[in-house]
């Protein structure tokens, strides 16, 4: 519905997790080039290495602060908390575009990279194996 705009961006992808939660998180990829309009799906790994069933939220933030409202997700495992079962792996997907708009702002001209960084932040575990009924 949107159209691909002609500038390329690097946009490269960040993730870091709270002390208190007890998970590994990373991206998939380090980076991927896109075209402004193009839609992207990427994912996050994640993976529970407590012995406790976890729900986790994430918060999301783009730099350079000034491309963010450019940036447009489409799905994001970050909209909803998340629950990682005890040992659990799971594959966490991010679809986005970058709005084409983008193209004729003369304050991005300079703009050729664009981090979206996640936080994984710990809500409340759910309960230990050891002390299942």
């Known amino acids: 519905s949107h159209k691909i705009g002609s500038k390329e ?7 870091n997790i709270d002390k ?3 998970w590994k998180f ?8 896109v075209k402004s309009g193009e839609n992207t799906l990427v994912f996050y790994y994640a993976e529970n290495i407590s012995d ?4 986790g939220t994430a918060i999301y933030n783009v730099t350079p602060y000034k491309a963010g409202k450019y ?3 489409i799905h994001c495992f970050c909209f909803e908390e ?3 079962k005890a040992g659990e792996k799971i594959l966490m997907p ?12 003369p304050y ?3 703009v050729d990279t664009i981090t979206l960084s996640y936080s994984f932040y710990f809500i409340r575990q759910l309960h230990s194996k050891n002390n299942r009924n």
Do not use: G, Y
């Open 9 to 15: 961006l690097l946009v490269r992808f960040d993730a």
């Open 20 to 22: 208190d939660l007890p």
């Open 26 to 33: 990373t991206p998939k990829q380090k980076n991927i080039s």
């Open 52 to 55: 406790s069933d976890i729900i």
């Open 71 to 73: 940036f447009n997700k």
């Open 82 to 84: 998340q629950l990682i």
């Open 94 to 105: 991010v679809s986005f575009f970058i709005d084409p708009a983008i193209d004729d702002d």
């Open 108 to 110: 991005l001209k300079d």
